[in-house]
């Protein structure tokens, strides 16, 4: 069994989580059995599950794991409560927000339920999964602190019990982790053995896809000799852009100086997987994060009398989507028939304050707007002509690699590592210096300035897709690895 561990799945998924799905699906199709596997307390994963359309039992979370709930869809009929009658004198009903549920499940479904004495003063909370059962219980003292936390099964059995004011995490004998050690003074610690129970069955592989999470977590294991593997999304060190003078981050450093214990690293590019090899000496393995899926009935794309860029982030401060911002202010003294919208979910809301700050003293309200993330890849890139990144750095950018599957040109800033290897093999648009805004405004004019250079760019990107990200070609690089690191996938 492969395992991909991250630490859990929510509402909007980051590109990590995306790429681990990718990993899934073409694991699948080479007939290697997986799990994502996700750590935190999470009652409403199975929506977010759905919602992205993802095969349901591709999640193996750790709380599922012990309430005896993976790979099963709908558990029970919690509908007991009239809608109604969802507040009395001792009673609060809370219902999981039914706008965010509405297309998956088609009638309310209870979130928790709040108690509370004669006094009014709360003394505990029944919290239900997304599927239907009860879930977890929270029960408060005369202080109106937690001081007991209880998670339950599908059958009602107590299954894990976390005492608040000692902070020992105890499991019951319901438990399929229950053992000779079932007392626990740490979170962490308990991760840790959950790591290790699962690595007695089925000669599993780790693949550790948030490092700064999930690595503490494996250097603690006991078993030391299942392969791990650790997987870049991003540049390494301090200065991104300075990958052998730089220091190493703080999770690659801690887990350089625990280098015995991992099996090897896995880079989306070569460059990078070079770069960190001759850093480390550690093996690693150049395997892009996701591959390309061709769309059908792609037309020969024609710019419209509206020229429409796009750009898909999250809203967070390394991705300096202010550059792309500014740039407009730019182009649209040249050119009045240009705008520019940005989707992503809201990581760091400060810096996304500062963006609708800058868009309206740039007086560009009616030229870029902010938009949230939506999932429809199609509809955003059948209606938009360019691509365009100024991050920071970037690992891979599996959006980039989406776009170009669409025919759209690529414009980014010249950053460690993914940009680079995209356009460079697709030859489907311009690498500019990074921080450059003015040769960014000029480079994206001259794409819309030249019907030439947007079909080039268009139609080469089309043209390179599969041979250099195609299904086909990374299933190859998976089987290659596999014989290389003498890892059994059957």
């Known amino acids: 069994m492969q395992y991909f561990l991250t630490n859990k799945f929510e509402y909007n998924f980051s590109g990590i989580e995306h790429a681990q799905i ?6 699948n199709s080479l007939g290697v059995k997986s799990k994502i596997i996700t750590f935190e307390y999470t009652p409403a994963m199975h929506l977010f599950i759905k919602r992205h359309n993802i095969p349901f039992n591709i999640s193996l979370n750790m709380f599922d794991f012990w309430q005896n709930s993976v790979d099963k869809e709908v558990i029970n009929n919690i509908e007991y409560f009239k809608i109604n009658k969802s507040k009395t004198n001792n009673r609060i009903i809370e219902y999981f927000d039914y706008p965010l549920v509405h297309d998956v499940y088609t009638t309310p479904r209870i979130k ?48 894990l019990t976390e005492n608040c004011l000692d902070g020992n995490i105890i499991l019951s004998k319901h438990n399929p982790q229950y053992n000779n050690e079932n007392v626990y003074t740490s979170w962490d610690s308990l991760k840790t053995s959950w790591l290790d129970f699962l690595a007695q069955y089925d000669d599993p592989v780790f693949y550790i896809d948030r490092g700064e ?39 690659r450093k801690l887990e350089f100086n625990h280098s015995e214990l991992w099996s090897g690293y896995i880079a989306a590019t070569k460059d990078q997987a070079l770069d960190y090899q001759r850093r480390t000496n550690i093996p690693t393995f150049d395997i892009p994060v996701s591959y390309s899926l061709s769309p059908e009935n792609i037309k020969k794309r024609n710019l419209g009398n509206s020229k429409h860029i796009i750009y898909l982030s999250r809203i967070s401060r390394e991705k300096r989507i202010e550059d792309a911002i500014a740039s407009m202010s730019y182009i649209v003294k040249q050119r009045n028939d240009i705008d520019l919208k940005i989707y992503g979910y ?8 500062e963006l609708h700050q800058l868009i309206k003293e740039l007086s560009l309200k009616s030229k870029v707007e902010l938009l949230p993330y939506n999932p429809d890849k199609k509809y955003l890139f059948s209606n938009s002509d360019i691509f ?48 450059n805004v003015l040769m960014l405004s000029k480079m994206i004019l001259k794409i819309f300035n030249n019907g030439n250079i947007y079909q080039l760019f268009s139609q080469n990107g089309l043209h390179y897709l599969d041979e250099t990200f195609g299904k086909n070609v990374l299933e190859k690089k998976w089987k290659d690895f596999f014989n290389s690191n003498h890892i059994k996938i059957s």
Request: hydrophobic share 35%; charged share 20%; proline share 3%.
């Open 388 to 435: 365009l990144l100024t991050s920071e750095y970037e690992g891979f950018n599996m959006s980039m690699l989406e776009a170009a599957s669409y025919g759209l040109p690529l414009i980014s800033y010249d950053v460690k590592y993914g940009p680079k290897t995209i356009i460079n093999s697709l030859k489907n648009g311009y690498l500019v210096e990074s921080g």
């Open 346 to 353: 809201v990581t760091d809301s400060l810096y996304n304050q």
């Open 213 to 251: 999470y999930v690595s503490p977590l494996v250097i603690n294991m006991k078993n030391k000799n299942v392969k791990k593997f650790i997987v870049l999304h991003s540049a390494h060190t301090v200065d991104r852009q300075n990958p052998y003078s730089s220091p190493l981050n703080d999770i």
């Open 112 to 159: 928790k339920i709040k108690y509370f004495n004669e006094y009014q003063n709360i003394i505990k909370i029944e919290y239900f999964d997304i599927r239907g059962f009860l879930s977890k219980i929270s029960t408060f003292n005369k202080n109106n602190e937690i001081y007991k936390n209880e998670w339950f099964d599908i059958q009602g059995n107590i299954v």
């Open 22 to 27: 990718y990993r899934y699906k073409l694991f």
